[in-house]
């Protein structure tokens, strides 16, 4: 599947193996539990959402999946040839947690051409609408005014969709910067862990 202009998104399915998976989730849990000297300014272990920050540079695995070329490929298909990783982080709300207003991670997009930000989220368990699985509105990224105003979505007169992301683990949602997304309330009894991957355009 390729990334699509119009949506403004593209799912990659198993960019991690479960034994991928297994891997990141165990180092995620030494770090969570290891000594506080370990952690990194913007980790998180306490309150609703547990985040550790700069995985790319702490986890093989992670490193691996952003030189993996099939996700290279697609994201230069977003945010052009020349574009640095700015985040790779785990996201993952615990029971109860989660929720977030609709939002896109850059400023509304003024122009046509190459998005300035992508954004991946990296599935680690199979995403669930009880658990949480990320939306999405497909097209927005194209909407300035909504992106000015993301909770217009649900009352702009032409009815942009709101799409949840039902994926199973080890699959990558890739989409523009510009898309309207939010993580959702996790209503399972178990944390949903997430990676979650940002990119800039250079020049
Ligand atoms: O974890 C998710 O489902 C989405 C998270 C998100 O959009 C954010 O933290 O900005």
Known sequence: ???????????????????????????????RNGPESDLMPGDKLHGGTVHLERLAQRIDQVQTLVANPKVANAVRSIVGQRHNLVQSSLRSPRPGFGQQQLHTDDAPKEHRGPCRVATAIVALVPFTKLNGATRIVPGSHSRIDLQRNPGN???????????????????????????????????????????????????
């Open 153 to 203: 979505v649900n009352h702009s007169p032409e009815k942009l969709q709101e799409q949840i992301m039902v994926t199973d683990a080890g699959s990558m949602i890739l989409f523009s910067g510009h898309l309207i997304h939010s993580g959702r309330k996790n209503n399972s009894t178990h944390e949903r862990p997430a990676l979650q991957l940002i990119w800039h355009r250079q020049g």
């Open 1 to 31: 599947m390729c990334y699509d202009p119009d949506l403004g998104f593209v799912v990659l399915r198993q960019v991690f193996t479960s034994a991928e998976i297994d891997a990141v989730l165990e180092r995620c849990d030494t770090i």
